[in-house]
């Protein structure tokens, strides 16, 4: 920055500031603490239970879960925790980075700090492979003075390992006896959090008490009631609503080009919403009713199709489209040829030698074979056949080591664009559509993941990870932190633990039945959804577009929060 | 926004203002009144030659522009202008959007106000298109307070629509004879300000006047010493950079992606060398350096992969890559191709029958009628079969409007990308690679044009607008409006009129020379330059990301200027 009076000063000098690694926002931001949730200010808090939620565990939970599924729903309310011995805590980050990750560690940092100086926090490297290999760094007030209110997870790195075998967990355990932990705190999504239940339950007799914290921009991880967004999502979905807005600015001033944007979310579609209400697009197609409706490919091509024709009858060639990643897998034709075509591959590699896996054939011969396969019908091979040549061949890339297909891989944007393009030739030689179809394909993803933190995530990550200090000098294990009443202000906060076992269900997973927390979709019937659903037909005509801006950390504007969670929480009180 | 007190508020009351079109940062935003540079601040200012600058003028531009060429540099100094009649004046936005261009037309509509009440501003609608059919707004201080501060062309629109025929002339002269203007001001980028010059000539006659504004976010119209950088180029780089540091932390953090992001800009790589100073990303590619050291494109694939190789070696399968959008064009081989295809398809299309078009034909013909073309070489083709099958297709796709290639249509991130994946292939054969290689490409370009401007340039686009009007106001036709020192605070800045005859040179426009305003490409021997090619030696290996986070409008991070314009001015006086 140059400063009020740059020639008085050493030119050299400014030259050497505008070099440094730290930008002026990065060091902006360090400044900031965090508010407490009032219950915190006087103490660790105390354990109270909450009443008025069923929460049931399963029969399958209750019998690999024994221990922890004896605990019960609780509230944090004022109170403290005498503590005689220093505590040794770990934390490990898992998974995709999330917006707010690094204020999780500060606020278990500080909050052990403040309930006693010799309280020890270690951070596991790289992720849950950290554990495993016993890697990691203590985390000291230095280096939350180096990362508090910073994006990313790179103060430790983070990782995909999952704990799911005898031998993982029994090298947690040596890593956990060997460091003397009494705690233990998973940062992640849904399969973190069904690691941290299983960690939970078998380090119980070694005295390691383990606690979830809800994680990851997708916004999947919900619990009716009690969890009405995890850390990470707001952050994320506001850097993509800056990208839309920006676009949607574009579009409206170039007058020329329909911009089709695919935004991240595998399994719901809760980005999508939540962007859709920041940015107010022409086209918003939300997975879960696409899903409900029981739509083919071709109707959502006509979807998008039928706006654009209708708009280019009043002259506007121009508009924003939202695409959710995971849209294949809400369009049921197109999921039955991923669950076929991935069963095949996984059979015939089964068989297969090392170097003669069903991805070495020829384009031609892996059609041929998926052609002949028992579980494939004509009508799988009409539907097949009548797809674009990309998607045809994303439908058979290769799958993750887990056997899954990647959606990510495949550019569903540009594939329903041209499905669009194609239609709209049609539709030209019949004369209905008579305006000029000129377009951009966008991805937004892995950029959102990276953002600096909102000041409500900043607040909300803090706070999660006090509620997990406090939850473990309570005693606890087997439970997920969180904080209810996020759209009122931090005054308002309410700190509970969510006992893991009854979030668990069963669901296929390479091919056997696993115990997992399940993921929340977008409610059809919720309030967010139900104003979207009415909102975007007026979007669809008209110009209504909304330009959220980039996110701002002070003025009025920097303390936003999610206008989905909002409209839920006050729709329904209202 | 969540109020203080929301419990005490009506919940639909929030939910409506929830809804809203306009988002609060909008709202904000329309608050802020740029500050106005001293000069201007008791009056429209006086005109001063000034000395110092010996600006040459063409014979070409001398017979083509005879009077705007004797126009000599001016220097606005304190002063006034009596006003005895209301001005008619009109404006145009011209080409891509970019962000300040509201600015712009805040700032002559409230210069020309200050100046007297009756003076009138009409704006004319999608660019010079609406010059050309009459099509106009009149701007009124109600459609000024909606757009002031923020971001895209859209409170007029715009278009590419270039005055350049006889009749089209006519027809601007026939609008503004009808709407009885005084003044017109065109804001636009290097081919906007050549109409601009040229309606100067040919509207003299019937006492028009005619400023332009320079703008462009690729950041290449410039004149050394007088204009170091147009307006809109700041915000875009600082959205650009957003993203690409979001980037870096997400892939410091997760350890296991490459990203390769394209960034706007074709004939110029200065957003690059921009958005690199920002963000200190791993691999720089600089469009004019690969000219200038005549690298191939495997030389570049070359420069990308040994510092994957290397990075690899200490344990780091992570990084990012800037690639200019234009870098094809700076590639003399590939250049050479893409010239050789643009003849030889636009010769065949000059004698085919209109449905008989090059682009008519398979493939396959297209390649033949290629080979088998007289300035096609041996050499030629080696080289185009060398290339990745996208690339090949790229290089056949149709031209646009004027003949010329499209790079924004071509995915070089994917095709470098591609490249770089196959010599690593190569590498780790020989047992010289042995990390993995998981990559993905982003393409950032349409919605930095969208996004809302920075403070600097919504302080720049505003003393721009002014400076013209007082051009207008001093009697001046043929300039461009420039404002000096815009690398100190607004206090120190000097307005300017540059004569736009002495920009001008002879290129090669759909196989003819034309006068035209020169594009400025990143000089290989200015300190930004030179400090990049230093520092990105140490970046490459050892991680020194940069944040520099979303685009803020208060707090010390709001008064950021472009790094580049800074390291030069102060480099140069240091």
């Given at each position: 920055m140059v400063a009020e009076s740059p020639v008085a000063q050493d030119p050299q000098a400014i030259i050497n500031d505008l070099l440094q690694d730290d930008s002026p926002i990065r060091l902006e931001r360090l400044a900031y603490q965090p508010p407490l949730i009032p219950v915190f200010r006087e103490g660790v808090g105390a354990l109270r239970p909450l009443e008025g939620f069923n929460l049931e565990v399963l029969k399958a939970a209750r019998d690999q879960l024994p221990y922890v599924s004896d605990n019960k729903l609780v509230q944090i309310v004022p109170g403290d925790v005498l503590q005689e011995h220093p505590r040794r805590l770990g934390i490990v980050l898992s998974g995709g980075p999330a917006p707010g990750g690094h204020n999780v560690i500060a606020g278990v940092f500080e909050a052990a700090k403040r309930a006693h100086p010799d309280n020890v926090l270690i951070g596991f490297l790289a992720g849950p492979k950290g554990i495993i290999t016993n890697k990691y760094k203590e985390v000291t007030a230095e280096l939350i003075g180096t990362y508090?209110?910073?994006?990313?997870?790179?103060?430790l790195g983070t990782g995909r390992d999952k704990i799911d075998t005898a031998t993982k967990m029994e090298q947690c355990r040596e890593t956990c006896r060997h460091l003397e932990l009494d705690g233990l705190v998973v940062v992640g999504g849904d399969d973190s959090n069904t690691n941290a239940a299983f960690l939970a339950e078998n380090m119980r007799d070694i005295g390691v008490q383990v606690i979830g914290i809800p994680k990851t921009?997708?916004?999947?991880?919900q619990v009716p009631g009690l969890l009405q967004i995890p850390f990470g999502y707001h952050s994320a979905c506001l850097s993509f609503a800056t990208e839309v807005g920006n676009l949607n600015s574009d579009c409206k001033s170039d007058l020329k080009y329909w911009h089709f944007n695919r935004l991240m979310g595998r399994s719901a579609s809760h980005i999508v919403l939540e962007v859709a209400l920041q940015t107010h697009p022409n086209v918003v197609l939300i997975g879960e009713e696409i899903e409900e409706k029981e739509l083919t490919i071709h109707n959502v091509v006509r979807l998008i199709a039928d706006v654009i024709v209708e708009r280019a009858k009043r002259g506007m060639n121009y508009g924003t489209v939202l695409i959710p990643e995971g849209i294949l897998e809400f369009i049921h034709e197109i999921n039955m040829l991923i669950i076929k075509i991935s069963y095949i591959i996984a059979n015939y590699d089964k068989e297969a030698a090392n170097s003669e896996t069903?991805?070495?054939?020829p384009i031609e011969d892996q059609v041929q074979l998926i052609d002949n396969h028992d579980i494939w019908r004509d009508y799988d091979s009409r539907v097949y056949m009548g797809l674009p040549t990309e998607l045809q061949r994303g439908l058979l890339l290769p799958r993750d080591s887990?056997?899954?297909?990647?959606?990510?891989?495949?550019?569903t944007d540009r594939i329903l664009l041209d499905m669009v393009a194609t239609y709209l030739r049609k539709q030209r030689g019949r004369g209905i559509y008579k305006g000029t179809f000129r377009s951009q394909n966008h991805y937004y993803g892995y950029d959102g993941r990276g953002t600096f933190p909102t000041k409500f995530d900043c607040d909300y990550g803090y706070n999660l990870g006090v509620t997990a200090y406090s939850l473990l000098a309570n005693g606890c294990t087997g439970y997920m932190a969180a904080i209810r009443h996020l759209h009122l202000p931090v005054e308002c906060w309410e700190p509970i633990g969510i006992p893991l076992a009854p979030l668990m269900h069963l669901e296929e997973r390479k091919g056997r039945l696993e115990l997992v927390i399940a993921k929340q979709k977008v409610d059809l019937e919720s309030p967010a959804f139900k104003i979207l659903a009415r909102e975007r037909q007026r979007w669809a005509l008209e110009d209504h577009y909304r330009f959220p801006g980039p996110i701002q950390f002070s003025g009025p504007s920097a303390d936003a929060k999610p206008i989905s969670l909002q409209l839920n929480a006050l729709a329904l009180a209202g």
């Open positions: 508090k209110n910073s994006g990313g997870f790179h103060m921009i997708d916004g999947d991880l069903f991805h070495a054939l887990h056997g899954n297909f990647q959606f990510a891989q495949v550019r």
